[in-house]
């Protein structure tokens, strides 16, 4: 057999987007064939921190068919991270330098993966030296699968998306989640809710971080915010709102980086009246009642 060293191996020459649509794909039409039908439960750091087999599986499929195309890249992916904020930091903080680090949340939305709640996804983030340069979101019940590539816009089914033009709080459709630490966030959950719900339309929590984030990107959604989210749940969507016209920061409003774990992601217009809005609500709280998620982070 001939050996021609200018022809690369097939594998090699897959764009980072075309693994990372493949695998998302992928580990989403398995995972909806789990749906009501996983084996294993086992909760992490409380009630409403749960892992399944399916979980697991998920992640596992994703890393293989990644590693097969880039085995010199580095892998951050949440089921192979031990339960609770401090052991997330610090797996990012191990790899978060890396030349290429891909970031996966098999199934974004655990807890309605198990209640058949359809409302879950795989997220899929490629950094680059810290910076997210891929972002692909796939919702497994609709079919939809969302991508961003810095510089190059961001597509769902195809379609350039754009985030939605709602220019004031009062005309906002948004939304927010509720992390599972053992509800030590819950005070601070609470009177941001008091003080959004009156300004906004409505607001929805569906339990999916980086769906919602998707959504936000697609003008589905005006906003989202949540406190004590873990890279995994946010890289993707970060990069789908961005490159969809939105803003997306931390809660003193700072740029998002991967670092951060309290998030306030909006169509750009509302920013700095939701921020507004979260932050009175933070300075409101009574001695005692405040949380261990510090801002800025
Ligand atoms: C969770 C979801 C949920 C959010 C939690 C996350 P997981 O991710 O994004 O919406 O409120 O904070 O932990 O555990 O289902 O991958």
Request: proline share 5%; net charge negative.
């Amino acid at each position: 057999m001939v050996s021609d060293s200018r022809i690369e191996p097939i594998v090699g020459r897959k764009s980072f987007a075309a693994v990372a649509i493949n695998s998302a794909s992928k580990a989403g039409e398995w995972i909806k064939t789990k749906l009501g039908g996983f084996t294993s439960l086992n909760i992490k750091s409380s009630p409403g921190d749960l892992v399944t087999e399916v979980d697991k599986g998920a992640e596992t499929m994703i890393r293989n068919l990644i590693m097969t195309h880039f085995p010199d890249h580095s892998f951050l992916g949440e089921e192979g991270v031990e339960p609770g904020p401090e052991a997330s930091s610090a797996a990012l903080r191990d790899v978060m330098d890396a030349e290429y680090l891909w970031i996966v949340d098999p199934i974004d939305g655990t807890t309605n993966f198990v209640h058949g709640f359809p409302f879950f996804c795989v997220s899929i983030a490629l950094a680059c030296k810290g910076e997210v340069i891929l972002g692909v979101v796939y919702d497994p019940s609709r079919d939809e699968l969302f991508i961003a590539e810095k510089g190059k816009g961001a597509y769902v089914h195809g379609k350039r998306m754009r985030v939605s033009p709602d220019a004031v709080l009062r005309e906002s459709l948004v939304a927010t989640g509720f992390p599972p630490y053992g509800g030590a966030a819950l005070p601070l959950n609470m009177r941001q809710l008091l003080a959004v719900v009156p300004k906004v339309r409505n607001v929805r929590s569906n339990g999916s971080a980086a769906l919602h984030l998707a959504y936000v990107a697609a003008g589905r959604l005006s906003a989202f915010w949540e406190v004590g989210l873990n890279a995994w749940d946010m890289a993707a969507g970060y990069l789908l709102i961005q490159e969809s016209g939105g803003r997306v920061t931390d809660m003193k409003g700072e740029p998002y980086h991967l670092g951060v774990r309290n998030v306030v992601a909006t169509n750009g217009h509302i920013h700095d009246e939701l921020l507004q809005v979260l932050q009175s609500a933070e300075s409101e709280g009574e001695p005692g009642t405040g949380t261990p998620f510090k801002h800025g982070e």
